[in-house]
């Protein structure tokens, strides 16, 4: 797997990807963000930098969801 930065689409969409399927498959609670990145491929610092922290991941997921829906 290669490492990307989180600059570009391309490395936001992998990381929300990732934490998409983590939360449906192991819940929110279970998910970590050692796990969002390792399945992602995007540098660590990358990720924190783009997002902050696992909440802030969760929310992109989660308005990404809502705006499908509405």
């Known amino acids: 797997m290669s490492v990307t930065f989180c600059k570009g689409e391309e490395s936001r ?39 902050g922290n696992k909440d802030g991941v969760f929310e992109v997921v989660f308005n990404r969801i809502l705006d499908k829906a509405l």
């Open 13 to 51: 969409r992998k990381v929300l990807d990732a934490a998409f399927a983590l939360f449906t498959e192991q819940g929110y609670e279970k998910t970590t963000m050692r796990q969002i990145i390792q399945k992602s491929g995007v540098l660590n610092g990358s990720v924190y930098h783009a997002f």
